[in-house]
């Protein structure tokens, strides 16, 4: 199992572009989560999906999309990218909402200038 | 709103040291509680969790951690660090709408 992979790993966007993060996984997990984490900080919850077709916000949405089509992957899209949108970024699968352990994927390093 | 503090967020230490990382929550009802750790270079992995039953819980790497209701704790220890120990530990707390709330993360750098 490769688990949880996200691409790309690192990359810089000018303020305005659009860009997609990509999130997939292999273990058939139901639910999926988009974390951010900047400097000095906690992960922050971007957005959740409990299955293909349903996705919710989570505590800092703004400036985000996602979509989740199939149980494997879970897209982010950045659709006006601003200087507060640089961050890393996580990727996380668990099998179950309340009580699992999530799986993260290695992060993607964005930078807005 | 429920927070979760850290209170180091640089911590060196030399090999065969004690180890204490503090963390502090903010909710007052049921809760889980997680202390997560990446290494340099890989992902963000579970290192110990509690639901229920036991407060002292025990991990992996010769890590344990104790729940403290009273004082809404769950600091990590581990009694002798190793130099691959150095990490970044991560306290998160899931309290009553499911979501993980994560703490700023301490950065720990052992000294060979």
């Known amino acids: 199992n490769a688990g949880v992979t996200q691409t790309p790993k690192f990359r810089i966007l000018k303020i305005g572009q659009s860009m997609t993060l990509q999130c997939t996984q292999d273990?058939?997990?139901?639910?999926m989560y988009w974390y951010r984490q900047d400097p000095g900080m906690g992960l922050k919850l971007i957005y959740y999906?409990?299955?293909?077709?349903?996705?919710d916000k989570g505590e800092v949405p703004n400036g985000y999309n996602v979509s989740r089509s199939t149980t494997e992957d879970f897209p982010l899209r950045l659709e006006l990218a601003a200087p507060s949108q640089t961050s890393v970024y996580f990727c996380?699968?668990?099998?179950?909402?309340?009580?699992?352990?999530?799986?993260f994927g290695p992060g993607t390093r964005l930078l807005v200038l | 709103a429920q927070s979760v503090s850290q209170h180091n967020h640089h911590v060196i230490l030399s090999e065969a040291a004690s180890l204490e990382l503090g963390c502090n929550y903010s909710?007052?009802?049921?809760?889980?509680l997680f202390w997560y750790v990446q290494y340099p270079g890989q992902h963000l992995q579970l290192l110990l969790k509690?639901?229920?039953?036991d407060p002292l819980v025990k991990g992996i790497k010769g890590f344990e951690a104790e729940f403290i209701k009273s004082k809404f704790s769950f600091n990590l220890r581990k009694p002798s660090v190793q130099w691959s120990d150095t990490a970044e530990y991560f306290c998160?707390?899931?309290?009553?709408?499911?979501?993980?709330?994560w703490g700023a993360g301490t950065k720990l750098i052992i000294k060979p």
């Open positions: 273990m058939n997990h139901n639910y």
């Open positions: 996380a699968s668990s099998p179950r909402l309340a009580q699992d352990i999530q799986y």
């Open positions: 909710y007052g009802g049921t809760v889980n």
């Open positions: 509690y639901f229920s039953g």
């Open positions: 998160a707390v899931r309290g009553s709408n499911y979501q993980l709330i």
């Open positions: 999906s409990v299955g293909a077709g349903i996705t």
